[in-house]
């Protein structure tokens, strides 16, 4: 029964690879972690992969006849009711268990929203990322969730990033940044500038602006951007790390087997994918170009996530109120 | 004669240590890499930090009271004639010379827009900056330049950028791509999505979206973006480039040496600043917390830029209509 409750559901047709990928990616969860996984999509597919592979107990398939192409950004995607997307995404809600997928971002956000539903007074997701600094770990939000939110979203946003990091991350009190083009007040876009005069109400310890060279510096906790911008940060960092030690490597004495580690650091492989927050689910999205071990760390990070994120007993104080 | 052409016109007051960095820097442009420079900003001052470092004939002075400080935006910047930036620009566009500037990249873009003016055509200017990759260079435009622009604009800074990679960097039709959170057309936000509709109908060789992970790639020559994303994805590599490298530093093996190599590579004072793009002048932007080495670069990419974008002289094929 522990073990039921504990499951992840799993979008096998996510993802650049699709099942290829993603049942090797749920038997790994499985056997090196202990996570049971669900498959959601075309079961025909999903178990000649799990023939070449081997199936397991822990591993189930729940049958999903459509998918969702990688190019997809959202709007129409929900109206089709039998993607692995929307079936998945339907019976994580129903068994109160995490989701995981690695669909293009845009149409996960979608079908997660339209599934779950937002929790109260939250407008927009936002997709949450934690990044290593030399001294920790910092929240990149939004990662790619709303490519134009409102500055109201931007406040929201900082507040979902500093639960996140407080709650999942076990950072006392987070400071909260404003990624911008300066760290004076009134710097920036007219996004940021709007934005800039809501933070200092909300019950967040804000520390400002900041700015692209502090968002590995460990200047602050949490850092709040829009999803586009947000979105181009993470990938920018992964293409750097990846540039800097191919130049380091290539100038000679740097031992490769070192600076991989460093490489493994900012790899979906270790990171395990960024949460979708604001929702009254759990929602982990996987980069579209993970392989098996990235698929097997998101729905470790999944199941950890919905531990942590499991509400308070209805009877319990939180809940004093009627229910809504 | 000649030397008096060559002169590089800089702000003396501009960047966030004035004429205490600014003063070294123009020494070191004359003496080491043989550029004159006319120091424009408070004399007394100029000239208190010119008796501590040893005066040099290649180093002029000219008065300007007022400064304009670093958290200045821009806009009322310009109707206060009196400030270095001001002075300075116009001297510049009389005397036909380059000018440089450590200042507020907001109030540097506005005073040189009205000191020089931009080239017919051209709505807004962008600030393009050469970064190394592991296969040569890859022009980012806008850096920072305009931060709220249109559609039509970032089409223009593909134009811009373009014609800079050519005629500055010696690429032969240079390919071009604009930056987004996806590689298929329809990805981004609103500004990408319109900008993407444009750029295929323009004289430039355009690749259709790139990611963050391609901008130190390779994958093309030129990446256009706006100049709020663009300030944020280059100060996101320097800072990358410390955070990875301290990271690799500290995991052991790796020559200390080696890496400073590397971070050299992106730090301001080997790439000497942004050149800012569509203007009557030639105006190149250094970073706020440039150093005396990066200030010397600054004149020097000045020099070297002016000479190259030297227009045709007026009796020649390129203006046969009357002056305007």
Redesign the interface.
Known sequence: MAERRARVVLDAMGGDHGPAVTVPGALAAYREHGVPVVLVGRAGEIRRWLRRYGAADGVEVRHAGEVVP??E?GGHTTSRRETSLMVGCELARREGLPFVSAG?S?AVVASAVRAFGRREGVRRPALAVAL???SGSTVLVDA?GT??PTAEMLAQFATLGAAYARDILGVHDPVVGL????S?P?????L?RDAARLLPELPVRFHGNV???????GTVDVVV?????G??????????????????A??????P???E??AR?YAADTHGGAALLGLTGTVVVAHGSSGAAAIARACVVARDLAAEEAPAPVNGHRAAGPAS
Chains 1, 2 share one sequence.
């Open positions: 990688m190019t950004r293009s845009g290593p600094t030399t790619g490519t134009d990624l911008s083009i300066g004076e009134g710097k920036g876009n007219r940021v700015e692209g060279h502090d968002v590995l510096a951007t829009d999803g586009f911008t979105n181009i940060v993470l990938k920018n960092i992964e293409g750097c790390v990846r540039t800097v030690l191919a130049l380091a290539r100038t000679g004495t740097a031992d087997g070192t600076l580690e460093v650091l």
